[in-house]
């Protein structure tokens, strides 16, 4: 859902975007690879990418992409990083997005991290995507002028849906849970934050029956 | 041969070192895993992890990569970022490094980059090492301290020789061509930097005949 307000985001703000799927191993991939695809058709996104960083998968340490670490149920009181955090995920994905961004010509690269009300992950927080950038400004030539753009990230979930039905987002093709690819399991961090964004905002949840 | 040399450096400096291999897609992949495994060997590293990270070669714009692109004859002397410029190369391979090393509990990641007797490639400046080091603090957990080591990176290859030798380093395992994997071209730029570098240290390259 945050992928998905983002790009509306970006479409929003004048850019032609063009769509990055990252497979890292999680156990929803494949479901997250179809609403990929969903909403890239939904926006007429021609160009696509799907990157395989699942050596993540190998190295481990998290429930999301570790079969051996069960998903917990969701505890959004607690402030310690919870066994969801892929360690440095989103560098990972900011590097594979900068090496064809770089390419393209690509000038912003949109990503739809949430710092406040989440789950407390630190490659979420906008000083890492500040420092993130100034690595890009030192480490690609000298023409490449690449920003990280993250609309959400001082959003509430409240505020990413009403903000998704402002822009006209597809939120019906969206997934957010961590543990199901068929039914949100409803239990898990990610399906109670969501739960609790369209609950605030007094919509229904089209991905709910 | 700069990462036998920093691996040397490591061991040197009191670190029980592990060993990452990068397959990006480079033409000399399979060589250089052979290099790898026997330099590990020479130092009995147990710990070895293999990452594949070639969407950098689905990516392109490198003569590295591409096998459409030509591995140009050397130009020391260019002064433009040359077409074996992998983009962002560096960053993927922290990236994955520094989620490897959170895990482990790894306190330092050792890598050979050379800033000035060297092709040129901005991921190879210590500034952007030091950008880099600055997105590992942000971007892991607060407890995570991973520094970004570089002995290398103000050496000329003439004293990278020299170091791997004073330090019993098993330079005749190691590959520097772009472009063979069996008899190095001796015509790219990785030939002629190594060529010059053995050739001002008055010392006969082990892997030439």
């Given at each position: 859902m945050d992928s998905c307000v983002t790009a509306a985001a970006a479409i929003k703000d004048g850019y032609q975007p063009v769509f990055l799927h990252i497979n890292y191993g999680q156990r929803t991939e494949s479901r997250e690879l179809t609403a990929f695809n969903e909403i890239a058709d939904y926006y007429q996104v021609e160009r696509k990418l799907v990157v395989d960083i699942s050596h993540l998968a190998d190295i481990g340490a998290s429930c999301l992409t570790d079969e051996n670490i069960e998903v917990p149920a969701a505890d959004l009181e607690n402030e310690d990083i919870p066994i969801s955090y892929v360690p440095f995920r989103n560098a990972n994905i900011l590097s594979a997005a900068v090496s064809w961004a770089e390419v393209i010509g690509a000038e912003a690269i949109y990503f739809g991290a949430v710092?406040?009300?989440?789950?407390?992950?630190?490659?979420?927080?906008r000083s890492f995507f500040d420092a993130f950038e100034r690595a890009i400004d030192r480490g690609t030539k000298p023409r490449t002028k690449i920003k990280i753009i993250t609309p959400l990230i001082n959003l509430s979930k409240k505020e990413i849906v009403e903000k998704g039905i402002a822009l006209n987002a597809p939120l019906h093709f969206t997934w957010s849970c961590y543990?199901?690819?068929?039914?949100?399991?409803?239990?898990?961090d990610s399906c109670a934050l969501r739960a609790r964004g369209f609950d605030q905002a007094g919509v229904r949840d089209p991905i709910i029956n």
């Open positions: 710092e406040d009300d989440s789950s407390g992950y630190p490659d979420c927080r543990k199901n690819e068929d039914v949100p399991c409803g239990e898990c």
